[in-house]
């Protein structure tokens, strides 16, 4: 049985969506993120960075219990366990390539795109700029790779999809006040409702609403979410 510590946002997403295409079992455990449930101690000592996603397989190598944090390797470790979504062996490279890609160019750069239209408390001209633009950038180099392919892989669904299907869906909130924000990349944006069309990423979706989680951005959800901007205390 996995242990799988979520919240509803982009990271967390890709790990649902993946545990349901596996067929793993696991348990839910929602972290409130907003509440600073992330930073107490029985969390942070499955993941000392303080951030979901995290899991903990009670049945992991040699079946001692295994925890893991950070999307792309909780991911790699699914892949291998499950024996799927990881294409065939000479895709190694190119799987590792663009999992890194993703896990060190979209993901971040659409989530600081995502503060400073939405969280920051004054927007920032030259920040907002310069992360949507490279949002852009990021998409236009999948829109690039994807030519001739039907997946970020080639012909075969693979973890790559899944992980950059977390971030797409929030595209709206990555580049508010477009009506179409993923209509300049056609290819890229048929991978979306490819994905999103599969049984597994609506079953994934719906974790959303098995917990109460909270919504409000106040002065609490500020202090758990960014508590570098605020003096250690």
Known sequence: M??????????????????????LPYRLKPVDTRKGEQHEPAFHAINPNDKVPAIVDHDGPDGAPARLFD?????????????????????RPELLSWLFFIAS?????????????????????YAV????????????????????????????????DMSAWGWLERAPRVLPGD????????????????????????????LDTRHDFKTEMDEQALRALFPSNYPAT
């Open 2 to 23: 996995i242990d799988f510590y979520f919240h509803p946002t982009p990271n967390p997403a890709k790990v649902a969506l993946m545990l349901e295409e596996t067929g």
């Open 71 to 91: 999307s792309s390797a909780i991911m790699l470790y699914l892949g291998e366990k499950s024996g799927q979504f990881l294409g065939r062996p000479g895709d």
């Open 105 to 125: 160019g979209l993901g971040p750069f659409s989530g600081q795109a995502v503060h400073f239209q939405h969280a920051a408390p004054e927007r920032l001209e």
């Open 129 to 160: 700029n310069r992360y949507r633009r490279e949002v852009q950038r990021h998409y236009q180099v999948l829109e690039e790779r994807l030519e001739g392919r039907e997946y970020l892989l080639g012909d075969q669904y693979s973890i790559l």
């Open 179 to 206: 009506d179409d924000p993923l209509a300049a990349w056609p290819r890229l944006h048929a991978l979306y409702q490819r994905v999103d069309a599969r049984p597994a990423a609506a079953r994934a979706k719906a």
